[in-house]
């Protein structure tokens, strides 16, 4: 029989998700068994709605006393009655739906995109290589023996890090979408780990060169910020998230994550009675901007506090 009309449940960003054909009207929409389209929503009635032909020959929907009412998108208040013209976007429960005639124009034909870098394996490989390359490079400058197995214990272990969490993504990504994305995934965690490892080396820098070791929770905020777009980068690429949402979804789990293990220092120092806090980072020389204290005043400092120290 001839299709007069199409329903089309709608998912995320309008995307059609199931499109039903029908060749009758009118019709019924509702979760019953004797609906014409059944939709599987606890929140939509047993018969919902009604698609019917109006008196002009258009479509026309009819809410049938439902409990939830029936909605246009961009409209607040429920509907008893519509026209429809084809684009009219209705939500029944959860459920979004739009319907349609056989001769509405689709939009063009959409071209194949080509493989952008960050599907490449060039660059997987690159980005894998970067990570443990600067992590051994920088265990080998900080190492006290010459012995290999110190040198290279630290990239394994965070190599491994990262797999786990490339691993995660991708799975979660199969689960929602149906493929893994994993070669995107691997990238985004394999190049920025590195990026902000080499972040953390910037900061150290700066608080050494112009001895802002009391402005730490600046380099704090910073490298947050910095380690939060790993996070933000994996939700876009598995979730149909606005920008605003996965950036305050990504930079929360971080803040927690971060906030945590500050907590759980805090903590542990508590219960050191007479730890003292002090900036252990050591750089070249050449690197110092601000002028720090001379011999002769820390020597003079040193005194002072020894002189305190015996006194209590």
């Known amino acids: 029989m001839e299709t007069l009309i199409f329903v089309e449940e709608l998912g995320r960003n309008d995307a059609v998700v199931l499109r039903h054909s029908i060749d009758k009207l009118p019709i019924t929409i509702g979760r019953g068994y004797d609906a014409d389209v059944m939709i599987d ?22 809410d049938l006393a439902s ?3 029936t909605y246009q998108i961009g409209n607040a208040k429920p509907i008893t009655q ?51 390359g ?18 290279f214990f630290m990239p ?48 150290e820098y700066l608080n050494f060169a112009f001895d802002m070791a009391e402005y ?28 605003r949402m996965a950036a305050t979804i990504a930079m929360f789990f971080v803040v927690t994550v971060a906030g945590g293990l500050e907590a759980y220092h805090y903590v ?8 003292q806090s002090f900036d252990t980072t050591i750089k070249p020389s050449v690197f110092l901007v601000v002028k720090g204290l001379t011999l002769d005043q820390f020597v003079e400092n040193a005194t002072h506090l020894k002189a305190k120290a015996d006194k209590d």
């Open 134 to 151: 600067y992590i051994a490079l920088d265990s080998f400058l900080k190492a006290i023996t010459t012995d290999a197995t110190d040198i």
């Open 41 to 62: 929503d606890p929140h939509v009635a047993a018969r919902h709605l009604k698609i019917s032909q109006s008196t002009d020959g258009g479509l026309s929907a009819t």
């Open 216 to 243: 730490g929770w600046v380099s704090w905020l910073c490298l947050v910020a910095l380690f939060s777009v790993i996070p933000f980068l994996n939700l876009r690429l598995t979730a149909r998230l606005s920008r």
């Open 67 to 69: 409990l939830n009412g």
């Open 156 to 203: 394994t272990v965070v190599f491994s890090i990262v797999l786990v969490w490339v691993l995660i993504w991708s799975l979660v990504c199969r689960t929602l979408n149906g493929y893994a994305n994993f070669m995107a995934h691997g990238i985004v965690a394999f190049l920025g780990v590195p990026i902000f490892l080499f972040g953390t080396t910037i900061t």
């Open 82 to 132: 519509i026209d429809l013209h084809g684009n009219e976007i209705l939500r029944m429960g959860k459920t979004q739906l739009r319907i349609r005639l056989p001769g509405v124009a689709v939009a063009e034909e959409l071209p194949i995109p080509k493989l952008t870098w960050d599907r490449h394996h060039w660059v997987f490989i690159g980005a894998v290589v970067m990570l443990i």
């Open 268 to 275: 542990r120092d508590a219960n050191k009675p007479g730890l």
